[in-house]
């Protein structure tokens, strides 16, 4: 089981979503900002996304690297479970990934 940081996870989405570098900036930016979990990068990443026009080429990106993070199992698994994919349904995402994710990333996945 593979662990990564939370500044990795913020990078590997930033690389798909270029324009959330600046919204994960602003958001840990604050001194009250201590969290190092990767639950906070999925807690910031998700209403950000939710308002964003995704093009193929992201939402596939973006379901590989779901993919990737519930297949890492531990820590990121669920983080991605928890702050991510349950509330995929909630905000519009889960019809679009839902053809995209694998078994396992499907499973935690909420519409």
């Not at 270029?18 to 958001?27: I, Y």
């Not at 990068?41 to 973006?62: D, E, G, H, I, R």
Request: charged share 15%; aromatic share 8%.
């Amino acid at each position: 089981m593979e662990s990564i940081s939370q500044p990795e996870l913020a990078e590997r989405l930033s690389s798909i979503f270029p324009l959330f570098r600046a919204e994960w900036l602003t958001d840990t930016s604050e001194d009250s900002f201590r969290s190092t979990s990767l639950h906070s990068v999925y807690q910031s990443f998700l209403p950000w996304v939710s308002s964003t026009l995704l093009s193929a080429k992201q939402l596939t990106a973006l379901a590989a690297l779901l993919n990737a993070e519930v297949a890492a199992g531990g820590q990121r698994e669920n983080a991605v479970g928890t702050c991510f994919l349950e509330h995929c349904g909630q905000v519009g995402l889960a019809r679009q990934l839902s053809l995209l994710l694998s078994a396992a990333a499907k499973s935690r996945l909420h519409a």
